[in-house]
């Protein structure tokens, strides 16, 4: 993670915490079971200790709605998990019942977790202040747009130049696919962010692009489940005597091509439903875009990690007499889709190879559009 990246986490971390008051929740609880412990019969600090906890939980929840599954992954590489985890609510209700008899029990150990919190909070507010001190800066959306990010990891790589520029030339190829799409020319692709160990390259699309590559990114996430779910199918029937190996492995590994094939085809269907015929390019769009959708899968399978970011405009307001005007769903869709984009770990060798995509055209007298469509 570099400096730009850094300081947007702590400063997103940071703006949760004072949005959804967990650290005061905290102290409420824990003074509420100092209480309760100097007088445990007493009703009232029973019922403002369980009051207390709903509190804790009601923030806790809030907040990790609030993280999408990547930025859950880069609390946990600035050492936050422990601190902005669902768990926190949920260890302090066991402790608490597994100590009813001596409630003091609990209140210390929150006081503890309480004191180490805080320490951490301490910790990215120096940071955070340091960072800006020595000019690091982070990049901020405009209302109304939005940006998808590729992590690629090293690995797909192999940390050679020739191998990183060969990936970036695949997410190019994938992105003017599905801005062919979704608005009709392959549009500028501007660098937003690079960050690193593993490499994050963010771009300013359309957001009518970054809702077609979020889909399908969706799509993939899907697909890899069902392919799973056949993998661990293979694994088990291959522990069985009565079958061979190698005709196990066969079978399943044709049923598997076969479920990504038919996947594939229905959502190319979905895609270029909609699409005209420009030009009779729908073909090669349809070849462009068969291959977008299979190196997606292929790069997933291998680690690769999408996130999107979004800027909503306002709410339309509704004239009076009127009903509101339609909000745009491309936003709505994107807000959704970046909260449920998470990436598991796929165990075993990949299954799909890396293919190359299909020869590029020349592209002269394309223009590409604003990002943004004009009010």
Do not use: C
Not at 7 to 21: D, F, G, H, P, R
Not at 351 to 368: C, D, N, T, V
Request: glycine share 4%.
């Amino acid at each position: 993670m570099n400096n730009s990246k850094l300081l947007e986490t702590i400063n997103y971390v940071l703006s949760l915490e004072k949005t959804n008051a967990v650290q005061t929740r905290l102290a409420e609880l824990h003074a509420a079971l100092a209480n309760l412990a100097s007088q445990p019969t007493q009703p009232s600090h029973q019922s403002a200790v369980a009051t207390a906890l709903e509190a804790l939980n009601s923030a806790v929840t809030k907040m990790r709605d609030q993280l999408t599954p990547t930025q859950q992954r880069y609390v946990f590489e600035i050492n936050g998990e422990e601190f902005f985890s669902n768990d926190i609510a949920s260890d302090t209700g066991k402790s608490i019942a597994q100590n009813a008899a001596t409630p003091t029990v609990a209140a210390e150990q929150l006081k503890s977790h309480l004191d180490e919190r805080e320490k951490y909070l301490a910790r990215l507010r120096q940071l955070q202040g340091d960072l800006k001190a020595i000019g690091v800066t982070t990049t901020k959306l405009e209302v109304g747009e939005a940006e998808i990010g590729f992590l690629l990891p090293r690995k797909i790589f192999e940390n050679d130049l020739d191998g990183l520029i060969k990936e970036l030339s695949t997410v190019k190829r994938v992105v003017r696919a599905f801005s062919e799409v979704s608005i009709g020319t392959a549009e500028k692709i501007e660098i937003r962010q690079i960050s690193t160990t593993d490499p994050i390259f963010t771009f300013l699309l359309a957001p009518a692009t970054i809702v077609a590559i979020a889909k399908s990114v969706s799509w993939a996430l899907e697909t890899w489940k069902s392919v799973e779910e056949i993998r661990h199918l293979r694994a088990q029937t291959a522990q069985l005597s009565v079958f061979d190996g190698s005709d196990v492995e066969k079978l399943f590994d044709e049923k598997i091509e076969q479920t990504i094939d038919e996947r594939i085809d229905a959502k190319l269907n979905e895609l270029l439903s909609k699409v005209p015929d420009r030009n009779g390019r729908k073909n090669e769009e349809r070849n462009l875009l068969s291959w977008s959708l299979r190196s997606l899968l292929a790069h997933i399978e291998r680690g690769v990690v999408v996130e999107v970011k979004v800027l909503p405009p306002p709410t339309p307001k509704a004239e009076e007499g009127k009903p509101p005007p339609p909000a745009d769903p491309v936003y709505s869709d994107l807000t959704q889709i970046s909260k449920n984009l998470e990436f598991p770990r796929i165990e075993g060798d990949p299954i799909l190879s890396i293919e190359p995509p299909p020869p590029e055209k020349a592209e002269s007298g394309r223009k590409s559009p604003p990002h943004v469509p004009k009010k």
